[in-house]
């Protein structure tokens, strides 16, 4: 008890532990969150950088556009007194055909333009919906992976305590699936096992039946007795053999075999100068290098079916997860990095396969060494069986002859002895008396042993109950131990595999709604430069026409002043730095919107490759 006390102590002391151990993963969970908090911080801070940087762009343009309204103002001014006399009806016309071209023009560019915007944002949109989907699915596999856990547990915590724990999982898994082949396949040749057996046992009971009916029946003297029965046994013999070659030979129909030929040679004992016959069954299965021989085959067998199962179902297991990688390969993105990954992976899961098949095929042939060796020796046994029951036979008959010349002498010795038991008889009455007075003593003595005898047994039963407490004890406290150990080595497996799946749900969540915050920011800016482009152009076109009038109003006055001729120089000048200057701005505004794009589009890529790879690990 003092041993089971201290036991239970040291248990309860390691479950302290597996709670300390536990408290210590549950900070190092709270280090990992704050780690990944702070990785957040820094993306926000960088995002607000971003948008500070385009607020000073949206400023410059600000700025822009104000010197340009007042750069308009003063060429309207300066312009406002030349309107009347540089306008005539027929450059007016042509002015008016130009400007109806430029607009169609511009209107044109401007659908384009509204068109490659509507398609960026159903892009924008599609890869939206996308994520979301990723999501959804993945929180879907999240949900299956618990009940997947929590079945798995279960099981687990049967086959713990059915078998020993194992040392893996994929060894628990392999041993459950070679477990159900085993017991279905056990099942299906059982039946065929019990036809054959129940066929064999109404033919050797009809040959054990013929063969006591001719020895029953035949006399002492007999002459044929020794041929008819080895006539009738190598009959059976010969039944036997194609029997065994009409059936199928199966992995556990050896062992079957060999239960039912055992029983097929009769053999003969004598009691009381009576001939009996029995089954050899009574004979063979007691000796116990046979029972050693065949429990050894059944054994190689059982692991070499084993093998074979576990490889058969690892190789279909490694086939399906090439093709799957060879379909993912397919329709991945193509960068250079992921399809030398793929190929490395490829190749690994190729050798890996070539492996187990190679393992398969030599377990095969010592499968099938083993199923060949195991039917010889059986057929050997048999056959030796079946010489050494035919050597009884002689020896039996050698001695039936030697006791009826034994017979003939010992009735001449009755004679003799009926003689001397007459006179035995009288020297019999004078020691019945003696015998009388020594039963006596001997019945007190027989009743002091017989108390002595139950002493003794009422002390061994005791020490059998404390032996068997014993015993008992020290298997409740391995069992113990084992399943402190394994429940441990779960908990913490486990354990890993939650924190992981939970950060990796937490940071794909922080980049769907980083993204989403990105993509609404992306979409305002370009409508705000969408309108001031707009704005701008309009603008543009107001002083362009401005500009034409002016250079049309100097073509009709015939350039009266250099003044005016510098002037419009100067005009045509500003409006081409002007157009310049326009088409940077335009210029440098896409760049930016691209770089933008860029920039929140590739988390969003990385996240959703990421999510991919968890996927196919899972």
Do not use: C
């Given at each position: ?563 005016l001729e510098v002037l419009r120089q100067r005009l045509a000048e500003e409006m081409e730095d002007e157009r310049k200057q326009h088409q940077q701005d335009i210029a440098e505004r896409d760049f930016a919107a691209d770089q933008t794009r860029k920039k929140y589009q590739g988390p969003n890529l990385r996240n959703s490759a990421k999510s991919c790879s968890l996927n196919a690990t899972r």
């Open positions: 008890m003092n041993k089971v006390l201290t036991d239970l102590k040291k248990a309860e002391w390691e479950v302290k532990q597996l709670e300390a151990k536990q408290d210590k993963t549950i900070v190092e969970h709270v280090h990992v969150l704050e780690e990944a908090k702070r990785v957040t911080d820094r993306q926000l801070a960088e995002a607000q950088v971003e948008l500070q940087k385009q607020a000073a762009y949206i400023r410059s343009l600000e700025k822009a556009k104000a010197r340009l309204t007042t750069e308009a103002e003063d060429l309207a001014r300066e312009k406002s007194n030349e309107e009347l006399a540089i306008r005539t009806k027929e450059k007016k016309a042509r002015d008016q055909e130009a400007k109806a071209a430029r607009a169609l023009a511009d209107l044109e560019n401007e659908r384009r333009a509204r068109e490659a915007a509507e398609v960026y944002v159903r892009r924008l949109q599609n890869e939206l919906k996308d994520s979301q989907a990723q999501v959804a699915e993945a929180e879907q596999r999240m949900i299956g992976i618990q009940k997947a856990k929590d079945n798995l547990e279960i099981e687990l915590t049967r086959l713990a305590d059915e078998t020993e724990a194992p040392t893996s999982f994929a060894k628990l898994q392999r041993q459950y699936e070679s477990k159900i082949g085993q017991l279905e396949q056990q099942l299906e040749e059982s039946d065929l096992a019990q036809s054959a057996a129940a066929r064999i046992k109404e033919h050797v009971d009809r040959q054990h039946a013929e063969i006591r009916r001719l020895i029953m029946s035949s006399g002492p003297k007999d002459d044929s007795f020794r041929n008819r029965l080895l006539r009738e046994l190598q009959l059976a013999d010969e039944e036997m053999e194609r029997e065994l070659t009409h059936r199928t030979p199966g992995r556990h129909g050896n062992r079957t075999g060999e239960q039912l030929m055992a029983n097929v040679t009769p053999t003969k004992s004598r009691s009381n100068g009576t001939v009996r016959f029995k089954d050899s069954v009574t004979e063979i299965p007691r000796t116990p290098d046979r029972h050693a021989q065949v429990d050894k085959l059944r054994q190689q067998v059982q692991v070499l079916e084993l093998q074979m199962a576990a490889s058969t179902r690892i190789r279909q297991y490694l086939e399906t997860s090439l093709r799957e990688m060879t379909e993912e390969l397919q329709n991945s993105d193509g960068s250079k990095q992921s399809i030398e990954s793929w190929r490395a992976r490829l190749a690994k899961e190729n050798a890996r396969l070539a492996e187990l098949l190679e393992e398969e095929a030599e377990a095969r042939r010592a499968a099938q060494a083993a199923q060949l060796d195991g039917v010889q020796a059986m057929w050997d046994r048999f056959q030796n069986t079946i010489d050494q029951e035919r050597e009884s036979y002689t020896r039996l008959e050698e001695s039936r002859k030697a006791l009826l010349v034994q017979q003939r002498a010992a009735q001449m010795e009755v004679e003799d002895q009926r003689r001397h038991v007459q006179e035995l008889t009288a020297s019999k009455k004078q020691l019945q008396n003696e015998v009388n007075s020594l039963k006596e003593r001997l019945d007190a003595e027989i009743l002091a042993k017989n108390d002595e005898i139950a002493i003794k047994r009422s002390l061994q039963a005791r020490l059998q109950e404390l032996e068997i407490t014993s015993s008992a004890t020290s298997t409740i406290h391995s069992e113990l131990q084992e399943a402190i150990e394994a429940y441990k080595s779960k908990t913490d497996e486990y354990l890993k595999r939650y924190e992981e799946a939970e950060i990796k749900r937490a940071k794909a969540a922080r980049a769907e709604s980083f993204a989403r915050r990105a993509l609404a920011d992306a979409e305002k800016a370009q409508a705000a430069i969408v309108a001031d482009r707009q704005a701008a152009e309009q603008r543009l076109q107001v002083a362009e026409n401005r500009v034409r009038e002016l250079e049309h109003r100097l073509e009709d006055e015939g350039r009266e002043s250099s003044d």
